[in-house]
């Protein structure tokens, strides 16, 4: 059975920093294409940050430069680094992984408000 679990969200300062968590079970981790979604209230899911299987990186061009994705493929987990966070940065940030399907995990709240 397939688990994808986020954590490391919070409430954070303008500018301020936090680092996202996504342990994922059940699939081939190494040969999962990997990514970071986020969701704000009352807009669509947009795309933040990818990470494939071959080691191509995308970034959503808002957080290019202050947002780094990473991954352990050793521990099943993908990261997301924030920095100089903005209050638009606020939304519920969730984690996908591709493998054979699309499997998406509950999310965790990201608040940047001072």
């Known amino acids: 059975q397939v688990q994808v679990v986020e954590s490391g969200g919070g409430l954070v300062q303008p500018g301020g920093s936090l680092r996202l968590s996504c342990a994922a079970s059940?699939?081939?981790?190494?040969?999962?294409?990997m990514a970071w979604y986020r969701q704000a209230r009352g807009k669509q899911r947009e795309l933040v940050a990818s990470?494939?299987?071959?080691?191509?990186?995308i970034y959503n061009g808002s957080v290019k430069g202050r947002f780094t994705i990473s991954r352990d493929n050793a521990n099943n987990t993908l990261y997301l680094q924030m920095n100089g966070l903005k209050n638009e940065d606020t939304a519920v940030y969730y984690c996908?992984?591709?493998?054979?399907?699309?499997?998406w995990g509950q999310g965790t709240r990201v608040t940047v408000s001072s």
């Open positions: 996908n992984v591709n493998y054979v399907r699309s499997y």
């Open positions: 059940g699939v081939m981790f190494g040969s999962s294409d």
């Open positions: 990470s494939s299987s071959q080691g191509i990186i």
